[in-house]
């Protein structure tokens, strides 16, 4: 069957920390793999500033799948993931063909991890806007 | 008068535009957020097409804002 190169990016709660994240993370592999899906990659940004407030958390846990699936299996984990609590916002996006892998396009930016769990009310996830 | 604006992703082909890369994205909003028209900016009607939608797709994922908060 034909199948397409998709890439899903996964937002999780914050709660969940670092090895919460690993094993939901997991869990959506498996789950993808359930469906007859090959996962290329499975990239864990980790915690990262939200642009906005989601959920009552300014900040949250991200994974993004790069993986060739069938339209029928991409429903079935479209499904899956609406039914996953931890799982705030995904956003799943078809790939071209010729589109370099996740790896090659720029995306990191590590956060400030090292703050603490309720750091207060400042809120700095809006810096994104200056610089030309 | 005015310079010639020569759209940046017909300038530069390497040059992709992806919702995941907030950063780059953000050149392309005001500081409260908004999505810069194309006027201004130069970018091609191909390309800002492609880019309001990348940059709908990243604020769904919390990765750009939709409206930045008062100070």
């Not at chain 1, 069957?1 to 959506?28: C, F, S, W």
């Not at chain 1, 642009?51 to 991409?74: D, M, N």
């Not at chain 1, 899956?80 to 396009?105: G, T, W, Y």
Request: hydrophobic share 35%.
């Amino acid at each position: 069957m034909a199948d397409n190169r998709y890439e899903t990016l996964v937002l999780i709660h914050p709660e969940q920390g670092e090895p919460g994240l690993k094993e939901i993370a997991a869990r959506i592999r498996s789950l993808m793999e359930d469906q007859g899906c090959t996962v290329n990659q499975v990239w864990e940004w980790g915690m990262r500033d939200l642009s906005y407030v989601i959920a009552k958390q300014r900040r949250g846990l991200y994974v993004l799948f790069e993986y060739r699936a069938t339209p029928k299996a991409l429903q079935e984990i479209t499904r899956n993931l609406r039914l996953m609590d931890p799982v705030l916002r995904f956003l799943s996006v078809r790939q071209a063909e010729n589109a370099p892998p996740a790896s090659a396009r720029p995306v990191r930016r590590p956060d400030r991890e090292e703050l603490g769990e309720g750091g207060g009310g400042d809120f700095d996830g809006l810096g994104e806007g200056e610089g030309a | 008068m005015g310079r010639r604006k020569v759209c940046r992703f017909c300038a530069d082909k390497t040059m992709l535009i992806d919702y995941k890369d907030s950063r780059g994205l953000g050149n392309f909003l005001t500081e409260r957020g908004k999505i810069i028209p194309a006027r201004i900016t130069g970018t091609c009607a191909r390309h800002q097409r492609r880019l309001t939608v990348a940059i709908k797709q990243a604020r769904s994922m919390a990765l750009l804002p939709f409206s930045a908060m008062y100070p």
